[in-house]
């Protein structure tokens, strides 16, 4: 099946790679991705999928039928958005829209997912059971992936995969990542409220920027003393705003942050540790005080059977040499994990980086790709669905 997996990949990789040059040129904002809903809507209903439009938002589900033989479903979840920043790559195909550019890789997420969808709709033999695939809008603001499944993208849904490039992986490779992908990461809004007075005269005031620099020195040392140092935890404070003068004792301070843990304890139990400390060094100087915690993603974790898939399918694909063991997980964040609350999914990072220049990082104005990736991820994607069919693990 291999093999034939590849002869069609072959066959469609000039189109791929016109769709992932359109998708780039026109890239659109979270949430906003209309003409790109619709251009990948078209694909898919020429390949003969069932498609539904405008699920979650902007997002597209096609289903591509199998011969009934299988009850379960797989999905295949790409994203769709661009985000806020001025291309500044020298491609013709640069994005055509001002202040507006593919920087995360996207648009090489989108096509690899119509890629599939073209491999495993002209298989030989179909395949057992259904196979959808999720075009999800606004990954970039992580509201995407809740959109979807309110609107029942994953009703009844198995198993999923999901890909994300990575320019420090070399094109033509796959990085493979057992257990936890990525972080959770919240939000954190803390405001201390003192009292007003004379610079000179701090008895007799409540000086909420003192107070707010003991908060965050405490909170930042009590990571390492009351925290398990197995399980990451960073808390980042990076906003704060108050005072009004040089010699006005400042009454209150506002502070934001952003807060990533890997271990699902860990992350229940931060709004209540935030409180305690918050609340016992306002208590003790006099202070009032807000802490307002809300959840973002949670953290991706891998299934094992599904990673030993995709390990397997690349493996085979392309042979060890190109596979990279991932050993650590990132603190960033992905809602993938969203889908992860309703099925058991994988999510593998797929290698984009050109051998003989900088690769610069993603969301930056020059992120560039080896368009090679793009056939790597469809066959890489397309044969880990082929063998997802040929076991019975989930
Ligand atoms: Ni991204």
Redesign the pocket.
């Known amino acids: 099946m291999l093999s034939e997996i590849k002869d069609i990949a072959a066959k469609i990789a000039p189109r791929l790679i016109e769709i992932r040059r359109h998708i780039h040129a026109h890239p659109e904002l979270s949430g906003e991705e209309y003409q790109t809903a619709a251009y990948i809507a078209g694909v898919l209903s020429s390949c003969g999928l069932s498609v539904k439009e405008a699920v979650g938002k902007t997002g597209v589900v096609g289903e591509l039928s199998g011969t009934g033989s299988d009850e379960r479903i797989l999905a295949i979840r790409t994203?769709m958005d661009a985000l806020p920043i001025q291309e500044r790559t020298k491609l013709d195909f640069a994005s055509c829209k001002p202040g507006i550019m593919h920087a995360?890789?996207?648009d090489v997420h989108s096509t690899v997912g119509l890629g599939t969808a073209m491999v495993l709709s002209q298989l030989s033999e179909p395949l057992p059971g259904k196979t959808r695939f999720l075009f999800q809008p606004a990954?970039?603001i992580a509201m995407g992936a809740t959109w979807m499944v309110q609107d029942g993208a994953m009703r009844d849904v198995s198993a999923i995969f999901g890909v994300?490039v990575f320019p420090s992986i070399p094109a033509r490779s796959v990085g493979i990542r057992y257990g936890t992908l990525t972080a959770a990461a919240d939000e954190l809004e803390i405001v201390i409220q003192g009292e007003s007075g004379h610079g000179a005269r701090p008895h007799q005031a409540i000086d909420a920027i003192w107070i707010a620099s003991q908060v965050i020195t405490t909170l930042q040392q009590s990571i390492g003393r009351t925290q398990n140092p197995l399980r990451p935890l960073v808390l980042t404070i990076g906003e704060i705003n108050g005072g009004r003068a040089p010699n006005v004792i400042a009454d209150r301070v506002r502070m934001a942050g952003t807060v990533r843990s890997l271990h699902p304890e860990t992350h229940a139990d931060l709004p209540q540790w935030i409180e305690n400390i918050v609340a016992n060094i306002c208590q003790t100087y006099g202070a009032k005080y807000e802490v307002k915690y809300r959840r973002g993603v949670p953290s991706v974790n891998n299934n094992l059977g599904l990673t030993q898939i995709l390990e397997e399918a690349s493996r085979e694909a392309w042979g060890s040499e190109k596979i990279e063991i991932i050993s650590e997980p990132s603190l960033g964040a992905?809602d993938f994990s969203v889908y992860l609350e309703k099925a058991p999914g994988c999510m593998f990072r797929l290698g984009v980086g050109h051998a003989d220049r900088v690769n610069r990082p993603?969301h930056h104005p020059q992120f560039e790709i080896d368009e090679a990736a793009i056939i790597t991820g469809v066959v890489t994607l397309a044969n880990a669905s082929y063998k997802y069919w040929q076991q019975s693990i989930l």
């Open positions: 994203d995360c890789g996207h990954e970039e994300h992905e993603l």
